[in-house]
């Protein structure tokens, strides 16, 4: 800790043309972090450290609203509908030497530690953090073993109006192990503000790709999964954000919730010193709101039909960005 500490206070601020990231502490709740602006308005924080039991990323609107979950007070304790979703982050169910450790949830004793920020800086082009991230067993398992060892990459920039993540990240195995669990429970995932499930979750709407079949509440299957759109309001204004999942990566389902988390799932063996690559991208954007006049207003066929394309055809540059 003391480490990391080190490296955290001799972080410079680095900035370029109209992009900034600095060490700067997690607003009104525990934790410091990196803050990313554009133009002198916040963009994005990424939170780590003390008060927080998995580092994410916020990310913040035009009007420099919060959008993302907050999960914690200022005071420390967790609030609001499913707390432990946080921003953009990861987790699994980590099985290892025939004991589960709940890396999603980490509510008995797993903690992830961000070990080290190795990079954080700006170009004209936007930001990019590399961090080095201990998935441990923390007191569940007494000796507080690590179990994966996580490198990952955060680039945040711009395309129009829309705040863009690119989610990298290599998952190595400190031992023989399965991340388990199941889709509500597991994989990389978005989750709006606790405001929007405290609004009404019948304000929210999703559209995906391929469109597959629904099989109960938040369940879809799938291996070719491309993209999922989720629509919700934040305050006044209308947002909507998207994850892009790579085609050269394993997926099962797509997990969703009207209350604002969704993400893609996968089951995976990996042997002590194998490495799971991952590639995400998120879209974050203003919205223009519900046209079918109801209440709680509905979205129209047409507006359905214009963000698939534009959400089909970000997902094609997604892909290329790849290569």
């Given amino acids: 800790m003391k480490k990391f500490l080190f490296l955290f206070l001799i972080l410079p601020i680095c900035a370029r043309a109209d992009w900034s990231v600095k060490p700067a ?9 990196l803050a990313v602006a554009h133009g002198g308005k916040p963009v994005a924080h990424f939170v780590f450290g003390e008060g927080q039991k998995k580092p994410f990323l916020h990310v913040y609107g035009t009007k420099g609203e919060l959008l993302t979950n907050p999960g914690a007070g200022p005071d420390g304790k967790d609030f609001g509908r499913y707390p432990h979703h946080r921003g953009i982050y990861i987790g699994w169910r980590v099985i290892s030497g025939g004991k589960q450790y709940d890396l999603w949830h980490i509510h008995k004793g797993e903690i992830m530690r961000a070990k080290e920020i190795k ?11 590399v961090a080095d991230i201990e998935w441990r067993t923390g007191t569940v398992g007494k000796s ?33 192990l399965t991340l388990g669990g199941d889709l509500q429970h597991a994989g990389c995932h978005f989750r709006a503000h606790t405001e929007v499930a405290n609004k009404s979750t019948k304000y929210t ?79 974050i954007a203003p919205s223009e709101a519900p046209q079918l006049e109801s209440e709680p207003p509905q979205v129209s066929k047409q507006q359905e039909k214009t963000w698939r394309a534009a959400a089909q055809s970000a997902y094609k540059n997604f892909v290329k960005s790849l290569k």
Avoid: C, M
Avoid at 119 to 129: E, L, M, P, T, Y
Avoid at 208 to 220: D, L, Q, R, T, V
Avoid at 229 to 242: C, D, E, H, M
């Fill in 144 to 176: 507080d073993d690590l179990l994966i060892a996580e490198t990952r990459t955060l680039v945040i920039s711009k395309v129009g109006d829309a705040t863009q993540v690119d989610f990298h990240t290599e998952l190595a195995a400190a031992a023989n």
């Fill in 205 to 283: 709407s999703y559209l995906w790709e391929p469109e597959g079949k629904k099989a109960g509440n938040g369940k879809i299957l799938s291996k070719e999964w491309k993209w999922n759109r989720l629509q919700f309001p934040i305050g006044g204004n209308w947002y909507s954000a998207t994850q892009f999942n790579s085609p050269h990566q394993p997926v099962e389902e797509l997990s969703w919730r009207d209350y604002g988390r969704f993400g893609f799932f996968f089951k995976k063996d990996l042997k002590k010193g194998e490495t799971q690559k991952l590639a995400y991208r998120f879209h």
């Fill in 25 to 33: 502490s997690n607003p009104n709740a525990p934790g410091k972090g």
């Fill in 119 to 129: 990079s954080a800086k700006a170009s004209k082009d936007g930001v990019k953090i």
